[in-house]
């Protein structure tokens, strides 16, 4: 049975080779078996206008908790692609810590489920999301449909 | 009344001066009043670890097309906010040109919609997407509720 | 290639076959390969306590016209479940005839996509929905997992 | 502060004093501060084609759970108006004994957000839904935009 330590590296992994997960700057703090937890800090240029950190990077980093949530699951043979991804913004974000936790509701043969959240330093929810997830057995002839 | 012309240099004025939008580097297409559509570059370093396109940023993008659609009806003395963002994949993206497009279903008095799309450089369409709004008069002390 | 008429005459058995379509009280209006448009007539009794048309009954009916569409392209051979319903409500419903409008915009090998729409008899606009589908081939074993 | 009973015996008297949810047949089982939960029988006519629950039904049955709860949290001089509801369905619903949970996530001055759940007899999650709501002062004017 997996145990937290290799899943941490393995997300870790994943992590530093995806090109867009390696500039993006998360840091995985948690993984357990269908639970992730990550550690992100948002930066001036991620503001928008009004001050307030950009939903769409609030998405993105949400959406990166729910992936690896269901990459714990789903195993090396099979792969999720996303199929749907709603966000709720419950309250502004500013530059600074947050944190992003991903949980699997259910990884079935072909869909998988998962749920989110974003939360600054002092603890206080600011996002909360779902995701739904196409989940295949890894195809070796590149083709995507 | 707005001509396209007042909507267009409005929109690029408000991306030129947020951090975020400025460094997304998306570039307004097209403007009138409750249709907005971007040009954008994705880059490789926009990739997932499977050589696509990372959802969120898609994500991001759409958000922004439906938004500055929300901006162009609201005018000068309302600000939105975005409550729920949702968000389809149709088809994977892959580095090169998109399009996103965004279309105002609705601004009522508190709550507006609008919807998007993004396709890539041969007319395909790859996410579509629904995004509601808080629409407010604009505040002059700063506080976000 | 399929007409109209066929495609009609299938949804119109398929809805007097299921207990809870024929219940409802839809009539299928038009129907073409990845369009569906039903006729539904909004009653006192669907009034909740502010005297308008609940929720709840005007996405049963949009899922109805988005899974209809579903159903206009996957073909007898395969089966469609809904995997996720997303509806936005953008104006109060009243008793009174409406109408539903389901589209289709992608059925790929294993997911598709729907979008939808309720009307009033004046053509207003009063809810805007989306809805995913897993299609499989149908089992023959009865098994649903 | 609110107890148990009063929020109870309200929902109660509100549910037989609307049409709708009266002829849909819920009992409320528990209610305090934000949080609410339903019993409900899915009947032999609540089937579709396939034998199963319909998907419109249960996105009925998980909006009144949320929508209850944020009755709990308003208060009387507040309404409320589902401005989006998002459904997830799970696992395939039989006829036979439902529990309907609603959760309040925030209610804010003027938007609130709500999550549900719909599980059976046996305790198997098959719904996960979100909705969105506009809290307003309640107008005395019948108007409703």
Not at 34 to 54: F, I, K, S, T
Not at 77 to 91: A, M
Request: charged share 25%; hydrophobic share 40%; proline share 3%.
């Amino acid at each position: 049975m997996d145990d937290d330590d290799t899943l941490l590296e393995d997300l870790r992994r994943r992590i530093a080779a995806s090109p867009f997960h390696a500039g993006f700057g998360i840091s995985v703090e948690h993984a357990a078996a269908g639970d992730v937890r990550l550690g992100w800090e948002a930066r001036a240029d991620h503001r928008n206008l009004q001050g307030l950190v950009h939903g769409g990077i609030l998405a993105t980093l949400v959406d990166i908790a729910m992936g690896l949530a269901i990459r714990t699951i789903v195993g090396p043979s099979r792969r999720h692609v996303t199929i749907d991804l709603g966000v709720h913004y419950l309250r502004p974000a500013r530059p600074g810590r947050l944190e992003a936790a991903g949980a699997v509701v259910r990884v079935g043969s072909q869909v998988g489920f998962a749920e989110g959240s974003v939360t600054d330093a002092t603890g206080r929810l600011l996002v909360r999301a779902s995701g739904t997830y196409s989940v295949t057995q890894e195809r070796t002839d590149g083709a995507t449909d």
